[in-house]
């Protein structure tokens, strides 16, 4: 007989499930800064095409759930995210991460299972890696302190704008495409879906889509949003430059820009992430501007 049971996440269990993620990643890693209810809601509701699958583990005869098993279903890549943590001190990992695999293979079991964990988080790892899992990708969280005020001059013949019309939002699908076409885990989304997954969010900034032209062309962009303004941080979502126009200083630009928005917000400093065995050398190009490595997150597969 089972010491447990399973329950799914829903918007009223919510702040119980983002208090056992933010407890644990507290626990794990000294650096995490905390866990809001918007960040972890779309494991439960979903956003846009994506789809929440995620539930709480209680112990037999407890109201009081000691694991949340976030599950993510993306049809556009056929792949699964995870959010997986615990109550800290409980024993309750290794079941929940096998109840997750177990999930996802009752969903959907051609889809891939790509759990993303903190390095710190040497249980969580240590118990995907006891059922097969191994490490196919790493990234670092960066961060930058001290922003600056003053947007960067722009040099002649270069203009930005802030995205306001239909044509902009072609514009930036187009860059995206285009910029990301060879980075790991890309996968190609329609402009409706594009448009729903920021629409389908309260972090969503009508104002922090910025487009960049270089002598009449759109070229590149970069994307802040709100998702950690509950720590008074600014999150640089996207940073993406026409293949063509890289390696030529507009992503540095960019960057800057994207820094001296977020001061003009109020905000403290910025963060983003980042894949180390990207080949365009970024973690190298955002250390350079100032940017401090904190976490870093590995993506195992099966």
Known sequence: MSNYRLEAATTKTLNIATAIVDSWEKHVDPKFEGMSSEELEMFVTGR????????????????VPVAFIGLLEDPSRKKYWTQVAVTPGSKWMNTAVSKTIEKALLVDPTFNLQPNVNNLDVQQVQAWESLGF?????????KKLGLPKEYP???????????????DWEVVHEIQH???????GFVPRTLQNFKDFRFDSESYDPHGIHILSLNGEDVGYVEVNDEIAHINQGYIHTI???????????????????????????????????????????????????MVAQSSYSTFEK
């Open 48 to 63: 846009a095409d994506l789809i929440g699958h995620s539930q709480l583990l209680y112990p037999k005869d407890s109201d």
């Open 134 to 142: 191994t490490r196919i990708q790493t990234s670092y969280a960066m």
């Open 153 to 167: 001059t722009l040099p002649v013949g270069i203009s930005m704008r802030t995205l306001r019309s239909d044509f």
């Open 178 to 184: 285009d910029a990301f076409a060879n980075h790991f």
């Open 240 to 290: 993406g430059v026409k293949h063509s126009h890289q390696k030529t200083g507009l992503g540095k630009l960019l960057l800057q820009w994207a820094f001296s928005y977020c001061a003009s917000k109020g905000f403290e400093a910025v963060e983003l992430y980042v894949d180390i065995a990207n080949k365009s050398g970024a973690l190298k190009f955002y250390e350079n501007a100032g």
